[in-house]
């Protein structure tokens, strides 16, 4: 009995000392739906590492407030209070670039879950330990017009465009603009003010426009008032593709959300290996399943993170750093590894433009439809409206 | 006058005293609570004359803007100083047309004027529109310090205004004001101008507290610089602390930021909720804010 006893310390013994620890900061705005859903991604995946034994990773959350002035300090904090030297954060690209400064000053592993804007790609240009998972906004864009040239192929050749006047809705209007017109449409342009609800006044404006296709690009609240208006003046697209950063909770369920189109990087039907398993654990974990796909990303940065310290066997992080730039996994998201970003400005670019996937509410729930290869069900086009 | 002081050598002095592993986090945090009591502090001198003003935000982001867009062709403190300016001039435009309102039209008006400039900012091109504008540290980043000792600054000039003008006759004459325009009039206050006065001051301090804030974020966005929630923190703090007081805003700021710091590193999620009932139960409470509880307090001593 006492060598067996004997046996399982040293075994235990061995085991944490075989073991890998590192403290790792988490900087999100975890009082919105997608920083929440990126907290419990991160969470759900370090216990899967954690679970593994090799590696333990402990977590320091901190709330980044969606603001500068409170995501500044509160990074200073992970860094000489926690002294953390690895950061997972930077959701809002505005709240990253904010924390460029501080970053270079502290010299942390960045990695970052968001932040799409090209402006931050240009701010971290020069950091050599800046890990970008997300695609880019140029990445987001070149998706968007995959599509468009579908729809073109497929009969469409008008494009009514209604952009909230915010950063989010009228930052790439322009460039929005410029290439669908290249591709051969044309297109009419207004914006509204988000929350506003009441279209019914440029929605008729667009009815003489007589658009094949609608296009929204706003936030959740706009989706359901914008999707009623447009039946009630008439308006009857062949689709209503909408592009707002997290669609309405519960939009499924309402009949005006059928035949709505829109784009993601994940939905929970989404076939594959690594999906499927996400989608178990996250319900077993939270008891219910999430569209949020920063759920997945910040699942997959966890993933890859443990997977990085295994192989470097250190916490330094340099060594893990040099560990995760050889990473390749498969994720929910499909195939991962690092490559500089297509601009060359940044040398650690995860995913690009092949993420993303066009989906359509059906008969109660979002189905993806394109590209052709990733698609559940065909488009439904021209839909019913 | 010894509260103010002390709190104000206190911020000088921070940077020195033993805040072990905590000193950065500190600072960083205390430089934007100087700012939001700066900017506190600004409201306050307005509404000593009774007006209720929701275009400091606006304010405030037209001094960062323009700060920012000054200073790599100014150096940082013509720049801080134009943004300033820039505010005042804004200020003087906006009252020259509705200073003759007052209570909620005048409200409405500063309402709508921050809409009007968030929305400017959003389509111009220079102002890098919706898309945000990169801003150089202070000073190019030359100095460590540079950022925190200019809100200590920010701070100092903010309170010695409140303070001055607490013992100037324009005192008197923004008191009469507030509390009886046509009273006011029969006294010989030119109302008109005192109200302009005040608002234009109180827009520089805004825009001088906006720049300073712009050299530490590092980066603006119309929605962050102009947005409705920094208005309303401007009046929150003052009813708070204390209105038409100096310590009031300046306590209240403080205390405002450190308590939401506190709540947010103690709580996590949900600590808006707690932040929020004590606001309110402050505001139920101490209608008279801090500054209240105190003279209460002193007033019993003396009974």
Redesign the interface.
Same mark, same amino acid.
């Given at each position: 009995m006492k060598k067996v006893l004997v046996l399982w310390v040293l075994l235990l013994a061995g085991l944490a000392l075989a073991q890998t620890t590192v403290r790792v900061g988490v900087l999100l705005p975890?009082?919105t739906v997608a920083g929440?859903a990126a907290l419990n991604g991160v969470q759900l995946g370090v216990e899967q590492v954690n679970a593994g034994g090799k590696v333990k990773i402990e977590l320091v959350?901190?709330?980044d407030?969606n #603001?500068?002035? #409170?995501a500044? =300090?509160a990074l #200073?904090?992970l860094?000489?209070?926690d002294?953390v030297d690895i950061v997972i954060g930077g959701l809002a690209?505005?709240v990253t670039? *904010?924390l460029?400064?501080p970053v270079k000053q502290y010299q942390p592993l960045f990695l970052c879950i968001g932040a799409a804007?090209s402006?931050v790609e240009q *701010?971290f240009s020069d950091y050599g330990r800046f890990f970008h998972y997300h695609p880019w906004d140029y990445h987001n864009v070149a998706a968007a017009l995959e599509f468009f040239k579908y729809l073109y192929e497929n009969g469409a050749r008008r494009v009514a465009i209604l952009y909230e006047?915010? =950063?989010?809705?009228? *930052?790439g209007i322009q460039t929005y603009r410029a290439q669908l017109q290249n591709q051969g449409y044309t297109v009419q342009a207004e914006p509204f003010k988000t929350g506003s609800g009441n279209f019914t006044a440029i929605l008729t404006r667009f009815k003489a426009f007589r658009p094949d296709i609608l296009y929204w690009i706003g936030y959740d609240v706009d989706a359901l008032p914008i999707a009623a208006q447009t039946r009630q003046v008439g308006l009857e697209p062949k689709l209503i593709y909408g592009a707002p950063p997290a669609w309405p909770v519960g939009f499924e369920k309402n009949r005006l959300s059928n035949d709505v189109a829109g784009m993601t990087a994940w939905l929970p039907s989404v076939a594959n290996n690594e999906s499927r398993r996400f989608v178990n654990l996250y319900r077993r974990k939270f008891g219910e399943v999430t569209d949020e796909y920063m759920a997945p990303m910040g699942y997959v940065i966890a993933l890859s993170l443990g997977r990085a310290v295994e192989a470097a066997s250190s916490a330094d992080k340099d060594r893990i750093a040099t560990e995760l730039a050889k990473v390749q996994m498969d994720t929910p998201f499909g195939p991962l590894s690092f490559k500089p970003s297509d601009t060359g400005r940044t040398r650690f670019q995860g995913f690009n433009q092949s993420i993303w996937l066009q989906f359509q509410y059906l008969e109660g729930s979002r189905r993806p439809v394109f590209p052709a290869n990733r698609a559940a069900r065909p488009l439904r086009y021209p839909g019913n409206y | 006058m010894i509260l103010v002081g002390g709190v104000l050598l206190l911020a000088l002095l921070l940077p020195g005293l033993p805040l072990g !592993?905590?000193?950065? &986090?500190v600072l960083?945090?205390a430089q &934007?609570a100087f700012l %939001?009591s700066g900017l506190a502090l600004a409201w306050d001198l307005l509404a000593r004359t009774g007006q209720l003003s929701l275009a400091h935000g606006a304010f405030f982001g037209l001094g960062a803007y323009s700060a920012a867009l000054l200073a790599p062709g100014l150096g940082t403190l013509p720049a801080l100083l134009l943004g300033g300016a820039v505010a005042a001039l804004f200020s003087l435009l906006l009252g020259l047309s509705t200073l003759r309102l007052q209570g909620m039209y005048f409200a409405i008006a500063t309402l709508a004027f921050s809409e009007v400039i968030r929305?400017l900012v959003?389509k111009a091109q220079f102002t890098g529109?919706? %898309?945000?504008l990169?801003v150089q540290?202070a000073f190019a980043g030359a100095y460590p310090l540079g950022g925190y000792y200019l809100a200590v600054a920010v701070l100092a000039i903010c309170a010695m205004v409140s303070l001055l003008l607490g013992r100037s006759r324009l005192h008197y004459a923004m008191a009469a004001t507030r509390q009886g325009e046509a009273v006011a009039r029969v006294l010989g206050v030119s109302v008109v101008r005192v109200k302009l006065l005040a608002f234009m001051i109180s827009a520089f301090l805004a825009g001088l507290a906006g720049g300073v804030?712009a050299m530490?974020?590092?980066?603006l966005?119309?929605?962050?610089a102009f947005g409705l929630g920094r208005a309303v923190e401007a009046l929150v703090i003052p009813i708070f602390g204390g209105l038409y007081t100096t310590a009031g805003p300046l306590l209240g700021g403080l205390i405002v930021v450190s308590l939401e710091?506190w709540l947010?590193?103690r709580i996590? !999620?949900g600590?808006?909720v707690v932040y929020g009932l004590i606001l309110i139960l402050t505001i139920l409470f101490l209608p008279k804010g801090l500054m209240g509880l105190l003279a209460r307090r002193k007033g019993g001593r003396h009974a």
């Open positions: 975890i009082s929440k959350v901190v709330d407030g #603001t500068p002035a #409170t500044v =300090p #200073t904090k860094m000489t209070v002294r690209s505005g670039f *904010a460029s400064g804007s402006v *701010a006047d915010g =950063p989010f809705g009228s *930052a | !592993e905590w000193r950065a &986090f960083d945090t &934007f %939001i929305t959003l529109g919706s %898309i945000g990169p540290p804030y530490k974020t590092l980066f966005t119309p929605y962050d710091t947010r590193l996590g !999620e600590y808006l």
